[in-house]
């Protein structure tokens, strides 16, 4: 039988290395193992270490990220892909839910990973106060530039980056009294509710349009991906009792750790069982 090419020996090498890390708790050690999240040694450190030439391991990285092991992350290296159980997040017609827009519905939120025996948490809001983006203004019904709030936070499922989302206020709601939305901490009771109890507004409805795109440089170091990546992005604006628009929050969410189930009408809950003999029902 012939001999493999030289950057597929060195691949399968490095293969069984990235299998053997993925056995390890996060206590444990083996110099000879690439943990998941780990960075790979630079070109030039492989080529020492496999006395090979740089096209060669250029050709067996190439190989391994073919087959979705690593990625390459411009400016920072070469690493180890982590195996992420995705989040399955339900998007619904009723209002009453709170869940699927990322819209600070901050408290069913979290039930619904918790649910799930998961942890996350919420990062501290980043107050704005700006001229409102025109893609914003024509779905807040505002006119571009007047003055609107913005809370950018992150969330994270397991300590992991799971979205980014930016909400954008009417000025307004400032001087009719909902002072909190300038305050750099979360809003434990949910956007929505503040608003009830504060302004009398009744979210009665809202509207989720969803794209898909490649992540800015901001997104890449934030969830750690590579430049290649897709996201989606969700825009959901929310009405009042009298059809105003209220609220437009913008989520984008990795695809790699991120899915979406669409309910319409009266489902039941899923409870799809896996296994090896039947492949899914």
């Known amino acids: 039988m012939p001999q493999q090419p030289m950057y597929q020996q060195i691949a399968e090498d490095l293969r069984k290395r990235i299998a053997l890390g993925a056995t390890l708790d996060s206590a444990s050690e083996d110099p000879a193992a690439f943990k998941p ?20 391991i250029r050709d067996a990285i190439k190989r391994l990220i073919g087959q979705g092991l690593i990625e390459t992350r411009p400016g920072q290296g070469t690493f180890v892909r982590r ?87 009417p000025w307004e709601f400032i001087t009719k009294g909902a002072t909190r939305l300038l305050m750099a901490e979360n809003i434990d009771e949910g956007a ?9 507004l009744e979210q009665i409805g809202y509207r989720d349009w969803v794209t898909a795109r490649g992540p800015d440089s901001t997104e890449q170091v934030f969830f750690e991906l590579a430049h290649d990546a897709t996201m989606f992005e969700l825009f959901r604006t929310a009405f009042d009792q009298t059809g105003k628009p ?36």
Not at 108 to 136: D, F, N, W
Not at 192 to 200: A, Q
Not at 264 to 272: K, L, R, T
Request: proline content about 7%; glycine content about 10%; aromatic content about 8%.
């Open 83 to 169: 195996k992420i159980d995705p989040f399955v997040t339900m998007l619904s017609p009723n209002p009453d839910t709170g869940v699927g827009g990322g819209g600070e519905e901050g408290a069913t939120y979290l039930s619904i990973v918790a649910e799930q025996h998961r942890k996350a948490r919420a990062g501290t809001p980043r107050v704005e106060v700006m001229s409102c983006p025109r893609a914003i203004a024509l779905r807040l019904r505002v006119k571009p530039g007047d003055q609107v709030v913005s809370r950018h936070q992150g969330r994270y499922i397991d300590e992991i980056p799971w979205s980014l989302q930016t909400s954008f206020y």
């Open 37 to 56: 999240g780990s960075q790979l040694p630079t070109e030039l450190e492989l080529c020492d270490s496999y006395s090979a030439s740089r096209n060669t």
């Open 192 to 200: 929505v509710k503040y608003l009830s109890e504060t302004l009398g």
């Open 246 to 281: 209220t609220r437009v929050t913008v989520t984008v969410y990795p695809v790699d750790r991120n899915q979406f189930v669409f309910n319409f009408g009266e489902v039941p809950d899923i409870q799809y069982e896996q296994s090896e003999e039947s492949g899914g029902t």
